[in-house]
């Protein structure tokens, strides 16, 4: 597969995560020892212990629905960095979980965009004394 733009392969990643497809998840990953992925909770992967993490993690069947805000995209040249909100939908309770701030950073090579470094952890509590209707502003 080969991805145009850092959008596609950012596509791909959400897709693949929400369908619970590990090959589609490493498909998006760049081939390289300097690929990075840190989610909370778990410990860093470095190089092939990111296909590693990614195939303990997702289960055929098992995916994660997520909606995703872009908060800040910086593209240069071969590299672009987007700032994201995920947010988990579809909780069986009808619970609603906290969103999570993730910052996804795509290298350009000679197959296309890939993802180079996927870090996410949860959204910080809102500033005290900030009124709710500023923090969504904020956000």
């Known amino acids: 597969m080969c991805y145009a733009t850092p ?71 071969d590299l672009a960095i987007h700032l994201v909100e995920e947010c988990p939908v579809g909780q069986p309770d009808g619970q609603r979980l906290p969103a999570i701030h993730a910052t996804n950073i795509f290298r350009r090579g000679p197959d296309g965009w890939r993802l180079m470094l996927h870090q996410n952890s949860p959204t910080p509590p809102p500033a005290p004394g900030v009124p709710s209707r500023a923090r969504s502003l904020m956000a």
Do not use: K, N
């Open 7 to 77: 959008q596609d392969a950012e596509d791909a990643y959400y897709d693949a995560l929400e369908a619970g497809d590990a090959s589609a998840m490493i498909a998006v990953w760049e081939s390289s020892d300097e690929i990075v992925c840190l989610l909370p909770m778990t410990p860093l992967a470095l190089g092939p212990a990111v296909a590693r993490l990614w195939h303990s993690i997702l289960q055929p069947g098992a995916g994660f629905e997520i909606q995703v805000r872009h908060l800040r995209w910086i593209e240069c040249g």
